[in-house]
């Protein structure tokens, strides 16, 4: 059974920044590809950034040169460094895992960007 469980999301004024950790435990093949969507009430869920296990990502026109996604595959660990925060940013973070044909989702963590 795959778990992951995100974590570090919360309160930060704009321009501020947050990091978000997942870490995914159970079964993990060694070629997955990892990533962070976000969710803003009324809107679909939209997909903010990925990551493969050779480390080729993809962002959003959104966020990119803000936002960085990395992982530590000996920790089972992805990150989403979020800079330069705005309120559009505002949403609930989820982690997604995609392997072998299955995808896998965390619980989700809320990122709020307000003064």
Do not use: H
């Not at 997942?22 to 869920?45: L, T």
């Not at 050779?54 to 959003?60: C, E, L, N, P, W």
């Amino acid at each position: 059974q795959v778990q992951l469980v995100e974590s570090g999301g919360g309160l930060v004024q704009p321009g501020g920044s947050l990091r978000l950790s997942c870490v995914v435990s159970g079964s993990i093949f060694s070629i997955n590809v990892m990533a962070w969507y976000r969710q803003s009430p009324g809107k679909e869920r939209e997909l903010v950034t990925s990551i493969t296990t050779g480390d080729s990502t993809y962002y959003a026109e959104s966020v990119k040169g803000r936002f960085t996604i990395s992982r530590a595959n000996a920790k089972n660990t992805v990150y989403l460094q979020m800079n330069s925060l705005k309120p559009e940013d505002t949403a609930v973070y989820y982690c997604k895992l995609v392997q072998s044909g299955s995808s896998y989702w965390g619980q989700g963590t809320q990122v709020t960007v307000s003064s």
